[in-house]
């Protein structure tokens, strides 16, 4: 078994390493995923609701391939989403991910994405939603290798604090060897829009209620590519950002 | 305009030219014993002729240093230093004394005469014997305009001299400022250079004073002895205002591998100070040997409401360089910039970027970043943007873009954005292209050919950062990055 | 229904409206006209309770009620209602979900029954009809991709289904082509003609008064009411511009 990791160590710079060492030992090996050429796969993963929720997967995406990623993280301690994709010629991969946590918990998503072949895509949504106490990181790192030409590879991240004491935290991160690429990525940290707050207000929403549903409609739009059912994701998430928005 | 960068350059050799002389050398000795102990840092402190109090101070940085770990988390890959196998203190030397041009490396000579360097001062910048007399004397009455530029300065109450002068004049004004934007302890190589710095320049801008002239380090560091670990300090002190170039478009070659140099600056209260770099160290042969490893900590305090420091960098050459100009935005409404032009050819490694801490409520800052990669070389932006919970309503905008030429080429962003003030907004941008078929295209079809189209191309891309740098600096660093990537395409 | 009284309010400490006073009875349509700068859209702001506003001065009583005393949602709840020269955007909020859970606040505080979600697009089929709105756009998120006109058209149908006693509507009409200005006039009259009913209609342009006639027209000068008169003097400003009247 591998050592507990410190915060020395980078993608775990934001981690909580007390509540990684409690389960640390116990802890599984990441699931290893093969899609095969042309496969089509969806995933929705929903919190175990344990107050320590941490979720490993390598990732190999054959030529292709095409994968869907919804996460919703939002653990009351300790939630850390570790997502390692290997993307192959023409493989296609989106992640669409949400922290939303309040007390003293601390939320992460942590990815890294090689394109080691020509042609790959790869978009990563973020959305995270901070209060009270809590720490919500998107550590991203994206390697495309000298064969990668024509990657595309985006990442678009964003996220609100709604007190003062919540911690918001991005890394993304480009390591680029190829010269033919589309490699953008975008972030953000900010506050709930005030005109948006107050024309909500002029229209008859308390305070608490406009605060939750333009949180919704931050988050929002992340699942809305989900096929078939949802597996209540939608729900889970909307129910979090009320806890959060109270 | 030309008028004016000769002019420059005239005060800029005669300033030099006086202070080589105002040297003291009365000490048999030109080095320090090899390696660095308790001694070597006594020995340095003798020669200078510095007062108890900064002995004391350089002891303290030592033993520090002696306690601390190197840290080692770039992408670059840095051979073992080992510190014993190097000289601490040499006394200002002259370079190795050619007797002409013609015995100057044919390499640098190409570029001093596609920078138009005119060929005295080429003699000088070589260090071909005879040359500083020749030039200084043929072309100008260089008395005169030592003396305007000196009198100027005076008058507004300006003080810049070398730290090792400000040491000993200003003794009251240096101890208050020395070390409060960058402690001894802070990092490694800063530590270091706390202990063993050998020279630097010294700034203070009085109350309400605007610096009549923009200051250079040309002005003061002779052109032969750049310092290894050089200390600078830059105080500008309430309402008052100072545009600071440092470095030099020729290629500065040195013996000395390893540069540790330190800058603080200190802005009090709706001060403004703006630094310049322009560098374009010696990168070695083409395959990268013999550079330099270039670990500066440069830092600016912005200790008062609405001061401002803007730092401005262009860089090209150097094997290895590792520096991240910072600000602490520590007033209220204060302001930070950061603009970055790095170029990168053959086999450099460039990491380089910026840290913006926000403490202070209603602080700014603005980073634009653009890196050109070409060769095989790898250049990384590491960048950090703090807010601690106290700062309200603060703005950042980032902007990091990425060009590669050619296929065998890196280019890196690892940027850190860390917020914890719900009232912040922060904005992060970064893009990767590459110099597009239909660029080249038409840049040819317009007569150009493909070097030049590359260099306008590049220049293009590079606009938003050369635009901050004072004029004369801006047409040097734009044929500077002409002349860095040359080979890089086709 | 509505009484303002010496009202005086500023903007980032800039005095906007230096004691303005004004009384819209219930049952009647005032129309507020004045040149730019005079402090229309302020009003607006201030009787709506917009952060940024401060009043210094004056009182309002809305039903009896004092204004000030009430947050701008608590406004909403006791039946006024703002329409916006510059409606706001909401990407990720469905137009539906938005009016749903605002009328259903506003319901909730006035102890009436919510709707549900069923019984809510029904009435909002109704009252986009009612302005000529397709009701598919209320599935989009609020306002985004809505030109001009159509957000203005949009908030009518939220007046609508608000069923407000008081509207004080901004600059409605600035924006729209004939087609929209019929609508939005339309729209007006019948939703809120009625005895129990007022409306403060704020507007620079003459034009929609042709579809809506107001009982009493007043000039905004400088952050006061320089002149009242009936809906002849909306055409005499329209002849002979502002600056006459205001002097």
Redesign the interface.
Known sequence: MTALPTRKLEAYRYADIDALRDVWDGLAQPDEVKIAAQQRLQQIWLPSGDEIDIRRVEMVVAAGAVVRIFALNNASRYGRYEIDVTMHEGADFALFGANIGGGNSTLEIVTTLKHVAPGATSHQTIRSVLGDKATGSFLGRIEVAREGQQTDAEQSVKAMLLDRGATANAKPELEIFADDVKCAHGATVGELDRNQLYYAAARGLDPVSARALLLEGFVGGLWDEIEGDDQGIAEMARVALRKVAA | MNEEVVTNREAREALAKDYEWGFSSDIEQEFAPKGLNEETVRFISAKKGEPEWMLEWRLKGYRAWLEMEEVD?AKLTIPEIDYQDAYYYAAPKPKPKLGSLDEVDPEILRVYEKLGIPIEEQKVLAGVEGARKVAVDAVFDSVSVATTFREELKAAGVIFLSISEAIREYPELVKKYLGSVVPQRDNYFACLNSAVFSDGTFVYVPEGVRCPMELSTYFRINAENTGQFERTLIVADKGSYVSYLEGCTAPMRDENQLHAAVVEIYAHEDAEVKYSTVQNWYPGDAEGKGGIFNFVTKRALCAEARSKVSWTQVETGSAITWKYPSCILKGEDSVGEFYSVALTNNYQQADTGTKMIHIGAGSRSTIVSKGISAGKSNNTYRGLVRVL?GAENVRNFTQCD?L?????????????????????????????S?ISEDQLFYAQMRGLDTESAVALIVNGFAREVLKQLPMEFAVEAQKLLGISLEGSVG | MLKIENLHATVAGKPILNGLTLTVPAGEIHAIMGPNGAGKSTLAYVLGGRPGYEVTEGSVTFDGRDLFEMEPHERAAAGMFLGFQYPVEIPGVSYLQFLRESLNSQRRSRGEKELSGAEFIRLSKDKAALLGMDAEMLKRPVNVGFSGGEKKRAEMVQMGIMDPRLAILDETDSGLDIDALKAVGAGINSIMRAPDRSVLLITHYQRLLDYVTPDAVHVLSRGKIVRSGGPELAHELEREGYAEAAA
């Open positions: 988390w919970p990425s590669l030429l050619g296929s065998e080429c890196g280019a890196h962003t690892v940027p850190y954005i860390e917020v914890r003030n719900p009232t912040a907004t922060i904005e992060h941008e970064a893009t990767t590459k």
